[in-house]
């Protein structure tokens, strides 16, 4: 079946700009995660989706980063004037609900801020 | 904070040795815990879980060890092969919270 997909791949944008990142989750899974990801590191959570819940927004790291989610299913991770410390790797993953689920990751959006 | 953490940031075996990825964590209200591996360029994939009602849980060659006393979970791997070289992630999460906490990741290197 369909994993989570994550678009585009890659992105490369300048300094300034606002980039949207795209994520969809396995279809049925309610809840919806964003994680970052920098070189040789760990991942740093940025929001969570649980269903019609508020999302936690807790992990988002400036008032530049907000993120939706669309009829309970696809989410948009925007970044507006993007800074060179933006550049990572974007990671969504979903899971049936929230609690004890494993959660299922895309591939990634390798974003790079020249 | 909260943190999650292991002890060694790279591990080096042999093929079909067995591995031991260690992971401390801090938060005491985490009652769910999962391994993951990370290839070059992909995704997290989830290799493991446990919850915090038991102390043992076996998969497929691997095994998965939780100490709540001091906090500290481990993940080994019998007869690794080569592709099982990747990074090694664990993470906590309290349930009633929803996010995951991750630790930094080990990388292990299988040689032949």
């Known amino acids: 079946g369909a994993g989570v997909s994550q678009s585009p791949s890659n992105k490369v944008t300048e300094k300034g700009k606002d980039v949207e990142l795209r994520c969809d989750p396995i279809?049925?899974?309610?809840?919806l995660y964003w994680y970052r990801q920098s070189l040789g590191q760990g991942l740093e959570f940025l929001i969570y989706?649980?269903?019609?819940?508020?999302?936690?927004k807790s992990g988002l790291p400036s008032d530049r980063f907000s993120a939706e989610r669309t009829g309970g299913s696809v989410s948009t991770l925007t970044i507006q004037r993007t800074q060179q410390e933006d550049s990572a790797v974007y990671l969504c993953a979903s899971s049936l609900m929230g609690g004890a689920q494993p959660q299922h990751f895309g591939d990634g959006t390798r974003l790079s801020i020249l | 904070g909260e943190s999650v953490g292991l002890h060694l940031p790279t591990l080096s075996v042999q093929e079909g040795d067995n591995s031991i990825i260690n992971c401390a964590y801090s938060?005491?209200?985490?009652?769910?815990f999962i391994w993951y591996k990370q290839e070059s360029g992909k995704g997290p994939q989830f290799i493991i879980d446990i919850r915090s009602n038991m102390d043992k849980r076996q998969g497929q060659r691997v095994t998965v060890l939780l100490n709540k006393t001091v906090k500290h979970l481990s993940l080994q791997i019998a007869a690794t092969q080569p592709g099982d070289s990747a990074v090694y992630f664990c993470?906590?999460?309290?349930?009633?919270?929803?996010?995951?906490?991750f630790g930094d990741g080990t990388t292990l290197t299988v040689k032949p």
């Open positions: 279809s049925g899974h309610t809840a």
């Open positions: 989706f649980q269903g019609n819940s508020a999302p936690d």
């Open positions: 938060n005491s209200a985490s009652d769910y």
């Open positions: 993470a906590e999460r309290n349930t009633n919270a929803g996010k995951s906490t």
